[in-house]
């Protein structure tokens, strides 16, 4: 009982310090959460949270409300930063995502269903995780969470039992087999992620430099595979020599059927690296072309 009753203690000053710190981001058709990123006014949250919008209405955690302006997206992490003009908010400290361990003991704390301030719990279930997302995107190095992610917690905190916000929780496993929700399956993205986005968003009011690799290509899935539906000109693609009707088959021996497969493969390389990718040109011949990734363009 003492056990507990100390761990109790734990997560109700982690919920203090954090809980203000915690914000709704209301757009004209949607809420989500974000975190106060510094005293400045700064607040991150997803990229699906703010969508296309450029002004927000921000609800913080004692029912004020401010009016916020978008101050740049990157949409490859999922991430966006919005700003907000003489509010008095408190900023959340951004712990080392890279010290956390499978088994280490969490809290999501945002605005899910609309419920300003709620708190669930749960332990990071793996790391490293990379998951696409309905938009398209994949998401790499995710933390996976058993911490329940609802509608509105996205933008929110993953906060560890020291009260620093450790990831992002972004989006809920779903189910293949009924498209629900998957209990127990969360995803977060890394503190770290978010510092070195966030932080080239707040200062430069875009991501100069994004770590992610790029092809360079915009694809579609046909039943006959990855049609390359269109070559970003002067792109890394380019430069190996793919054109629009050609089909990738396989990127490092790896076979790929759908836009999802290639963009789940490339999300897990690295800028620089050269990548063998086979491919069916229109005319129905096999060819493996060396691409040397580039960055992604913020």
């Not at 899910?112 to 997302?133: D, M, N, Y």
């Not at 790929?256 to 005319?283: F, I, N, W």
């Given at each position: 009982m003492a056990g507990l009753r100390s761990l109790q203690t734990v997560f109700v000053k982690t919920i203090s310090a954090v809980g203000s710190s915690v914000v709704q981001v209301e757009t004209p058709v949607a809420l989500g959460s974000g975190i106060v990123l510094d005293d400045k006014g700064n607040i991150v949250t997803n990229d699906h949270v703010v969508s296309s919008y450029k002004r927000f209405q921000i609800t913080d955690s004692s029912g004020r409300r401010y009016t916020a302006r978008l101050v740049g997206t990157f949409a490859p992490d999922d991430l966006a930063v919005v700003h907000v003009d003489g509010g008095n908010l408190r900023p959340a400290v951004l712990?080392?995502?890279?010290?956390?361990?499978?088994?280490?003991?969490?809290?999501?704390?945002?605005?899910?269903?609309?419920?300003?301030?709620?708190?669930?719990?749960?332990?990071?279930?793996?790391?490293?995780?990379?998951?696409?997302?309905?938009?398209?995107?994949?998401?790499?190095?995710?933390?996976?969470?058993?911490?329940p992610i609802n509608p509105g917690n996205s933008g929110g905190a993953l906060v560890d039992l020291d009260g620093q916000v450790i990831g992002i929780p972004t989006l809920a496993a779903i189910d293949p087999e009924n498209s629900q929700q998957a209990n127990g399956i969360g995803f977060a993205i890394p503190s770290n992620t978010v510092k070195q986005i966030a932080g080239q968003i707040v200062r430069d009011g875009r991501v100069v430099r994004s770590n992610r690799a790029y092809l360079g290509v915009r694809l579609t899935t046909l039943l006959s595979g990855v049609l390359v539906a269109a070559v970003t000109p002067d792109g890394p693609s380019a430069k190996a020599d793919l054109v629009a009707g050609d089909?990738?088959?396989?990127?490092?021996?790896?076979?790929?059927?759908?836009?999802?497969?290639?963009?789940?493969?490339?999300?897990?390389?690295?800028?620089?690296?050269?990548?063998?990718?086979?491919?069916?040109?229109?005319?129905?011949?096999?060819?493996?072309?060396?691409?040397?990734?580039?960055q992604y363009p913020g």
């Open positions: 712990g080392d995502s890279s010290e956390l361990q499978v088994g280490d003991l969490v809290l999501a704390v945002g605005n899910p269903l609309g419920l300003q301030s709620s708190v669930t719990s749960g332990i990071v279930s793996a790391l490293g995780r990379t998951v696409s997302e309905q938009r398209g995107m994949a998401l790499p190095d995710l933390i996976q969470t058993s911490a089909t990738i088959e396989e990127i490092d021996g790896r076979a790929v059927q759908t836009v999802d497969d290639v963009a789940s493969l490339v999300a897990d390389l690295q800028p620089g690296q050269k990548v063998r990718v086979r491919l069916r040109t229109p005319r129905g011949r096999q060819q493996t072309v060396v691409v040397t990734l580039g």
